[in-house]
Structure formats: C-alpha cells, structure tokens
C-alpha cells in the first residue's frame, strides 16, 4: 500500500516547494469501472479477486462499490425468485433465497478486508515509530562521524537512512534538517572527499533527471489512476535520491514538479468529467421515478394483468440500471431510495393479490379434496361398470378445479390417481373374461375372411355362400381393440375383390362396399369426428342437390314462352330426376352412418 500523505523530505528540496508536491495514494479516487452491465457471477469474482490487490486503500475503495452492485442483483434477484414462488402458490413466509447467503459472504469477506486493511495500517505506524527511532540512532553516529569517530562510513549511514521510511509526519522535516545539517558539516570537514561528493551529485543528477523523464512520459499513460499511482512511486524516488550540483537542484525540481502538476490538472479533468456524468445520470434517474410512481400504485384481481405489469417493471428496473452511476452523494442516496420504495410498494401490493390467489389454491384444495374422498368411495361399488363411469365423470370434474398450493399439488394427484387406478384395475380384471371373447371372435373373422378368399366369384353356388358369410361376419362380437383396424382391413379387401370378379346385381354391390366404407371408418381411431365430417358432407351434397331441383322446376315456367319449349321441358326433367336418383343414393348413404 502506498505512504500516508507526507511532503517530500529530500534535502534537495526547499520547504515551500516540499508543500506543493504530495504524494498521491489518498489524493484521487479509483478509475470508475462501469459495473451496470455486469452480471452478478462476474461482480462476485471480481470481488473475491480484490484481496490479490496489493494496495488495500485501493480495494476497500473497490469492495465498497462492488458491494452496492452485488446488493443490487441480489435484491433483483430475490425479488424475482419470490414472486415465482409466490405464482407457483407458497407464500412469503416459507420462502427461503439461496442468494441471501451469498450477501452474507460478501459482508463477511468485505469485513475481513476492513480488518486486513486496519491491521496494515497499525503495522504501518508501527514501523514507521520503528523508522523513527532508527532514524535518532543514525543521526547519533552520523554526530559522532562528524565529531571525527571511526566504524561506519557516511555512504552506508546513507543507505540505512534511506530504509528506515516512512516515519511519522510530523518528526518528518525536523530529521531531514538535522540530518542535511550534519551532513554538510560532514562534508565541509572532510574536504578530501569533496571530489568524491561531486561525483555522487553528478550521479543523483542523473538519477532524477530519468525520474522526471519518466514523470513526463506517464502523460501518454491511457488510464489516469495508473499514473498518479506511477507518479506517486517516482515522488518517493526522487525524495530519496541525494543531493545534485547546486546550480542544476531549482531547474530539475521545476522540470519534476511541472510534470507533476499535468498529471493533476488531468486527473481534476477526469474526475470534473466524471462528476458531470453522475450529476446527468442522477436527473435522468429523477425523470425516471415518475414512471414507476404508477407503477407503485397498480391494484387488479387479475392475475394475467399483474404477469403484464411486472413484465412492464422488468422492462423498467432494466432500463434503470442502463442509466448507470450516479455517485454516492445524499442526493442519489436519496433518488436510489425513493426507488427501492417504489418497487417494495409494487410488490407490496402483488403480494396482496397472490395472497387472494392463495385462498382460491386453498379452496381448489378442498374441492379436490371432495373428489379424493368420493373416488376412494366407489372402491367399494359393486357394479364396475357404474363405478368406471362414476370415475370418468370425477375425472372430468377434477380438470375443471383449477391450481391447487404448489407444496400439495403431487400429494393431491397422487392420492387422486391411486383412487382412481384402484377402480380401473378391478375394471380391467372383469374385462379380461371379454379379452378372451374378444381373441375368439378375431379368430373366427380371420376364418371367414379366409373362406371369401377361396370362394370362386363367378360360380353361382358362391354367392349364397357369400351372403352366408357376411351375416356370420356381422352376428361376431368385438375384436380386441389393437387388432380391429387390420381385421377390418381385411374383411374390405377380400369382399371388394370378391364383388370385383362378381356378376351380382350393381346395386346390391354399391350397398356392399357402401357399408364396409362405413365399418372402414368405424374401425378408426377417431371414427366419430369422421363419420360426422362425412355425414355433414352428404347432408350438404343433397341439400345442394335439392336446391339445382328448385332452380330447375322454376326454370320450367318460363319454357313456355320459348318455340322450343317442349324439347326443353323434357331435357330438364330429365336433368331433375337425375338428381333425383342421385339424392336417394346419397340418403340410403346416410342410413348407413345413421345405423
């Protein structure tokens, strides 16, 4: 982490100027990162990564931001997550939010940076005594190498002078002057080493002057935070460089030192820059509440128009958060507050609308419940037939009840259905006994399918035979089930081809094929939907058909007036009997579906 503030104590410098030159750790903020965007997985990795941060000024700077946009999701989130939970039939009081624990992490990692931080600083002030207390001892010998004493030399008092930083503030300027005093005293007595003395300022002349190459150079640095961070370190090097030639120590310093005022005059740009943003995200923030001022005042018994208002509030929250930061004055405290008491007095009152569907979940219960009980009830009927029926209807009824609570609903089911297969399972042992019927008549048709196979169409003892077979066909009950549409199948395929190579009567043939037609279809899955579409459409047929009749009868009283009247008349009631023929082929079409 970087020093405290304190003025830069270099011999070099004089008092006034040390006053202008500070060192920067405290003097500017972290460069803002724009976080709105950023989703909550990314914010919580980002924070768990501050403790690599090796300046901890810095990361509690950055923890603390992080932390309001990690609150921020999490509310959103919680929001969501309850009102998911409340839709789905619980209530308030059972929800439990996974996210929650995730804040208390953050409070507990953000408390434990605070220590680490608090920590660092003790042990820093402790040093720095340390620092101080080293310094008195080696401005005691540096005294007593003046004085004329042998042991150490002045380079490695130096050296150690140079450890022992920082120390505390105020002993700052104080050790500097006694330290510069006994040290030109050193040198004023030792002019043997005044060759010696020069050379080295010639070398520190070298050293700063880099520094200040180096100052200026941070000017082409893109991020404003890095160079003041940069500058900070170059400030603390140039502080402890020695002395340089007399007449060269005003021009580098100002040389140094004008750098440095760059670097502070962009960095107030920046943070005027950054503060006419906030001040215009936070209007926009103010023009914003109104929106959801009608928001907060929502009342409805309907739930579809509660699922469009909150997607209207989404849309918002949304909206929002693109706005981005607005600082952390009282007065976006005060706008980001008035916000949050929108949306609670929004939810507030979806709440008291779920708490309603709440009680008609319940009430749905109770039906259910009254079902439950009169299925479980028909276990003991007799009559399985009455009692599958009775079921059916029940199951009917229980598709009407709407939504019971989300805790209960697989409970209700299940006992439901238990009831209900209880019935069917009874059911279906009593029908096993027709299953068997049912496998036996198979066989018996696949018989008489066979015999019209072998019968010889042309042969005139085959056609009573065939006749025969028809009405054995027709007096064998059912089939099973999975077997009805391929016996059917080839029942039509074998009598077809039978009546093909038949010289029986054309319409004893059509009325054949009319009805196997029929029982093709009844043979179907969905017979009933097919034989109503075709009913429908010989209805229609013979409804257009007896209208063409009506336009022709009216047509005939005109044919009178005409020369050709007579041979007209008769090609039009030829026409109309015709159609005739065609209604009453159409009708007995009919009777067979009617059958």
């Avoid at 200026?216 to 370190?233: C, H, I, R």
Wanted: net charge neutral.
């Amino acid at each position: 982490m970087a020093e405290e503030t304190q003025v830069i104590d270099s011999p070099n410098v004089t008092v006034q100027d040390q006053h202008t030159v500070l060192v920067l750790d405290e003097q500017h903020d972290l460069e803002e990162v724009d976080y709105k965007n950023w989703t909550k997985e990314a914010l919580l990795k980002a924070f768990q990564e501050i403790g690599l941060n090796a300046n901890l000024s810095q990361a509690i700077k950055q923890a603390n931001r992080l932390k309001v946009f990690i609150e921020e999701k999490i509310h959103e989130e919680r929001l969501h997550a309850l009102e998911k939970f409340l839709s789905e039939g619980g209530t308030e009081e059972d929800f439990m939010f996974k996210g929650d624990s995730q804040l208390t992490e953050v409070e507990k990692e953000f408390k434990n940076l605070k220590t680490k931080h608090k920590n660092f600083l003790n042990d820093l002030n402790r040093k720095k005594q340390e620092n101080h207390t080293a310094r008195i001892a080696l401005l005691d010998k540096l005294r007593h190498l003046v004085e004329g004493e042998k042991g150490i030399s002045f380079k490695q008092i130096q050296e150690e002078w140079k450890k022992a930083s920082p120390i505390p503030h105020e002993y700052n300027e104080e050790l500097w002057a006694s330290f510069n005093a006994l040290a030109d005293r050193y040198y004023d007595n030792r002019t043997i080493d005044f060759e010696l003395k020069e050379l080295d300022k010639k070398k520190n002349l070298e050293i700063k002057l880099d520094l200040c190459a180096k100052a200026e150079a941070l000017l082409q640095e893109p991020s404003v935070n890095k160079s003041l961070d940069t500058l900070n370190f170059l400030h603390r090097e140039y502080k402890h460089t020695g002395p340089i030639p007399d007449e060269q120590k005003e021009v580098v310093w100002q040389r140094f030192k004008t750098a440095s005022d760059a670097l502070y005059v962009r960095r107030d740009e920046h943070l005027k820059q950054r503060h006419a943003e906030q001040a215009l995200h936070l209007e926009k923030k103010r023009e914003f509440l109104p929106k959801l001022e009608e928001l907060s005042q929502f009342i409805s018994d309907s739930t579809e128009a509660w699922k469009q208002k909150i997607a209207e509030l989404e849309s918002l929250q949304k909206d929002w958060s693109n706005i981005g930061f607005a600082g952390k004055d009282d007065a976006s405290k005060e706008v980001n507050k008035k916000y949050w008491e929108l949306i609670k007095a929004f939810y507030k009152h979806k709440s008291e609308h779920y708490k309603k569907v709440y009680h008609e979940l319940s009430e749905n219960l109770k039906k259910k419940e009254e079902l439950c009980a009169k299925a479980e009830a028909l276990n003991a009927e007799e009559n399985l037939d009455k009692a599958g029926k009775a079921v059916i209807e029940l199951q009917k009824a229980w598709k009407e009840i709407g939504h019971v609570p989300f805790k209960l609903r697989d409970k209700i089911y299940e006992r439901f259905k238990k009831a209900c297969d209880e019935v069917f399972n009874r059911k279906r042992g009593q029908e096993k006994v027709k299953d068997q019927e049912y496998e036996k008549n198979l066989e018996e048709k696949l018989a008489i399918a066979d015999k019209i196979t072998a019968l010889d169409p042309n042969a005139k003892e085959s056609l009573p035979e065939f006749k025969r077979l028809l009405s054995e066909w027709k007096g064998l009950g059912f089939v099973p089930r999975k077997d009805i549409a391929d016996v059917q199948a080839r029942y039509s395929e074998v009598v077809k081809k039978f009546l093909d190579g038949s010289k029986q009567n054309e319409e004893e043939k059509r009325k054949i094929k009319l009805s196997l037609e029929i029982d093709d279809i009844r043979a179907k899955p969905d017979a009933k939907n097919l034989l109503y579409k075709k009913e429908s459409g010989i209805k229609g047929k013979i409804k257009a058909l007896q209208a063409e009749i009506d336009t022709l009868n009216n047509n005939l009283m005109f044919f009178s007036k005409s020369k050709n009247a007579s041979s007209l008349a008769k090609e039009v009631e030829n026409k109309v009997q015709q159609i005739e023929k065609q209604i009453l082929s159409l009708k007995d079409e009919l009777k067979f579906i009617q059958a």
